[in-house]
């Protein structure tokens, strides 16, 4: 199994590992169980899996949001574990992380200016000369109009929301992006546009994404390989038309057997695909 | 065949401070027959919720109802609280999305069933002790008997939504309303839900209306589809007939929107301009 992309990668995560420790005689909690992956210039690796799988605590975990217990996480060569705190966060520009809730995910009582020019109040020496005109520029890489730019986010529907989103992470110019199931809390209609924009962004900007999600039709399109998580482990990981049409692990069968299709047939719980 | 609910001209606005009612449901009819399911489909605002809710009398002040709904033979629309209680239950059962939070978390799980099996249908304590397990055991939780004294916490959510499940069919009603009851869930779950919803609909020929935002999910589980789009109806039909060929530009721009009806990203964005209109207009103009 190639595990690796040909190019030299972004990302290359080996052996990692995070155990939360149980308090008051509670058992430990084993959330990620040692995965090894990597990720190239312009490719999407979705990470699929179910609620407790792991998946969202192994997005955390690869940038640095949460400490692993063990392993490493090279970005293009340098092990982040290894970092002090500010030179992690010289390297966290160039990867940002788009979150599953756009309610939750931005700050109510900020303008979007403010919350896309944010991340420069961070890191200043990226500061633009205008601003306010390159939050502009933003917007409309995103698809949001100029004058969105003096809103609230309550003024803004969930698609707009997770538009800002998008724009306040490439305000940095990252090269990666960890998507944490980026459109599952959106209408299916509006997921399609912004599904369609995260992937244009993705062939400008050469963007690598690790995309995590539990929709395997989603994944279908838009990921170049696929890792399937169970119980903090990859059960199995590869190009996503392989892993689908030719599952290997008995897990994986039985979650394409179990997910939704809006082809023809009959449901028979579980028989088809 | 007559149907076991004739809606018609439903209707639900809510009042607002400002004036002008918001008109969230703008008269649609529909009927559902005995062993069929109906989904109703659409996206957020659609009106399909409260289409749902206004059956089951749970549209309350600043919201009015006005039309017909007949369920055996008499209007649900407009009766008071006392008197739906005695439809509810036996006659319409229902589980909503977070139904499994519904349960009351200091009463172990069997005694809730217990309960509802004594006082609607007046079943001793023994036999409604074992007409629990069998429930439980029904919908899939293994060894319902020991299982029977466990609280709600002691449960997963899709464990805690199959009691929730349990509970609705446990008076044996006429007609099921499902409102997105595996939305929260697993897909592993779901499809072990969804399966269960029909097994006991084949037994007991209930008419069901399963509402939902999943147009995977309403192929799954229904025979025919009712599409709202801004509280009408925009199609309706078999959901062979619906999925296959969609009449109605919104329906089709919601089917070439979902995932798994196409082939590569680049298809998602054909042929919703309905769609599309609609998140400028609802919220770019408020600006």
Redesign the interface.
């Known amino acids: 199994m190639s595990t690796a992309s040909d190019r030299d990668p972004v990302l290359e995560v080996v052996g990692l590992r995070k155990v939360f420790s149980g308090r008051g005689g509670a058992r430990d909690t084993v959330a990620v169980a040692g995965v090894d992956f990597a990720v190239g210039a312009g490719e999407c690796l979705a990470v699929v899996g179910?609620?407790g799988s792991g998946k969202s605590t192994l997005a955390r975990t690869v940038l640095r949001l949460i400490d692993p217990t063990s392993g490493s996480i090279r970005f293009r060569g340098t092990d982040l574990t290894t970092l002090t705190a500010s030179q992690l966060r010289r390297q966290r520009r160039h990867m940002q992380m788009i979150f599953q809730d756009p309610y939750a995910s931005l700050h109510p009582r900020q303008t979007v200016y403010r919350i896309v020019s944010e991340p420069w109040r961070v890191h200043r020496d990226l500061m633009p000369d205008d601003p306010r005109r390159r939050v502009e520029e933003l917007l409309d890489q995103v698809g949001m109009?100029a004058?969105?730019i003096d809103?609230h986010p309550a003024?803004?529907?969930g698609?707009?929301r997770q538009r800002v989103s998008i724009a306040r992470a490439l305000s940095l110019q990252p090269d990666l992006l960890v998507l944490d199931e980026p459109v599952s809390a959106l209408?299916?209609?509006?997921?399609?546009?912004v599904?369609?924009l995260l992937?244009e962004l993705r062939e400008q900007l050469g963007l690598a994404y690790v995309f995590i999600s539990?929709?395997?039709?989603?994944v279908?399109?838009?990921a170049d390989r696929v890792a399937v998580m169970y119980r903090g482990e990859f059960v199995e990981q590869g190009p996503v038309a392989e892993i689908f049409d030719h599952p290997t692990a008995d897990y994986t069968r039985?979650?394409l057997?179990?997910?939704?299709?809006?082809?023809?047939g009959e449901?028979e719980?579980?028989a088809r695909r | 065949m007559t149907a076991l609910l004739d809606v018609r001209d439903l209707r639900v606005e809510f009042l607002t401070d400002s004036g002008a009612p918001v008109q969230a449901v703008r008269g649609i009819d529909f009927s559902v027959e005995a062993g069929r399911t109906l989904a109703i489909l659409g996206e957020s605002g659609s009106g399909k919720s409260v289409t749902s809710k206004a059956l089951m009398g749970l549209i309350d002040f600043p919201g009015m109802v006005h039309g017909e709904a007949i369920f055996d033979g008499r209007n649900l629309i407009g009766r008071s609280e006392r008197d739906l209680r005695h439809v509810r239950g036996s006659g319409i059962g229902m589980v909503f999305q977070d139904s499994l939070d519904s349960l009351n978390p200091v009463y172990p799980v069997g005694a809730q069933i217990v309960e509802a099996l004594r006082v609607r249908m007046g079943l001793a304590a023994s036999a409604a002790r074992r007409r629990a397990v069998e429930l439980m055991t029904e919908v899939g939780i293994t060894d319902a008997s020991s299982r029977f004294s466990s609280y709600p916490h002691q449960f997963s959510g899709g464990m805690r939504q199959r009691i929730c499940i349990a509970l609705a069919v446990a008076l044996q009603p006429k007609l099921l309303i499902a409102d997105e009851p595996t939305t929260a869930l697993d897909v592993t779950v779901q499809a072990g839900i969804l399966r269960l919803l029909k097994r006991l609909q084949g037994e007991t020929d209930m008419g069901m209306i399963f509402v939902t935002h999943d147009l995977a999910v309403a192929r799954m589980i229904a025979s025919d589809v009712l599409v709202m789009f801004e509280g009408v109806v925009v199609e309706r039909g078999t959901i062979d007939e619906v999925f296959r060929a969609p009449q109605h530009a919104y329906t089709r721009g919601l089917l070439s929107s979902h995932p798994g009806s196409v082939s590569s990203w680049r298809e998602l964005r054909s042929g919703h301009e309905a769609v599309l209109e609609r998140e400028e207009v609802v919220d770019v103009d408020s600006i």
Do not use: W
């Open positions: 179910e609620s109009p004058r969105a809103t003024q803004l529907s698609g707009q209408d299916v209609s509006i997921q399609a546009q599904i369609t992937m539990h929709d395997l039709a989603l279908r399109l838009v039985s979650l057997a179990a997910s939704p299709a809006i082809a023809e449901f719980g579980g």
